[in-house]
């Protein structure tokens, strides 16, 4: 079976450009959580979804930063304008049960760099 | 905010020597999972724990759970070059929200 697929693998963009990363979580999967992971802050959870509808978002940075989850089988965090700070590698994860109570599944990661 | 601290952040072994990451909770935990990750890949799971005083084992790994649910740890023994990583664990709260403690990055020297 497929696990998480989230793309791009890696994006170089520049500072004030629109960021658009994309996972498609394990089918059968209730709940999606995006994370993100740098040096000095490790891994921060960023927002997750359960049953596609927006549960806990207090990990989003700021106003630049949205999720999304049209519908179970695929997500959207999209960063605008992006800035520099903004460069590290971002996780999607999807587990089967509700919330993190259970396994979760993570995606390679979206390698994201602002110049 | 819940903090979960992981020490040490860095662990360097010789091939063969045992290693142990302790994690700690500012609040007590529904469970407490491990996750493993190799250098450039995402974090697996490795094992969940949910009963106060709970102790797992897989082949050399030994994962304990404390009795308060506020502290883990995991021991490898007889560490071999396939273990190198970094091992996190992540507390998650009655309400379901799990932190992600910093890491420990374990070296092995063969």
């Known amino acids: 079976d497929a696990g998480v697929i989230q793309s791009p693998r890696h994006e170089v963009t520049e500072m004030g450009q629109e960021v658009t990363l994309r996972c498609k979580p394990i089918?059968?999967?209730?709940?999606l959580f995006w994370y993100r992971q740098t040096m000095m802050r490790g891994l921060e959870l960023l927002i997750y979804?359960?049953?596609?509808?927006?549960?806990?978002d207090s990990g989003m940075p700021e106003d630049r930063f949205s999720a999304k989850m049209p519908n179970a089988s695929f997500s959207t965090l999209k960063i605008q304008p992006s800035e520099p700070r903004d460069s590290a590698v971002y996780f999607c994860?999807?587990?089967?049960?509700?919330?993190?109570?259970?396994?979760?599944?993570f995606g390679e990661g979206s390698r994201l760099t602002v110049l | 905010g819940q903090q979960v601290m992981q020490i040490p952040q860095y662990q360097h072994v010789q091939e063969g020597e045992d290693f142990t990451t302790y994690c700690n909770s500012s609040t007590t935990l529904s469970n407490i999972q491990w996750y493993k990750q190799r250098p450039g890949g995402h974090p697996v799971f490795l094992i969940q724990?949910?009963?106060?005083?709970e102790v797992k084992k897989q082949k050399r790994l030994t994962f304990q759970f404390g009795e308060a649910k506020k502290n883990s740890s995991l021991h490898i023994t007889a560490t071999q070059t396939t273990d190198v990583g970094t091992y996190f664990c992540?507390?998650?709260?009655?309400?379901?929200?799990?932190?992600f403690g910093d890491g420990t990055t374990l070296t092995v020297k063969p």
């Open positions: 089918s059968g999967h209730n709940s």
């Open positions: 992540a507390g998650v709260t009655n309400a379901g929200k799990s932190t």
């Open positions: 979804f359960n049953n596609n509808v927006p549960i806990d």
């Open positions: 994860a999807s587990s089967l049960t509700g919330g993190a109570t259970g396994e979760l599944f």
């Open positions: 724990l949910v009963k106060s005083g």
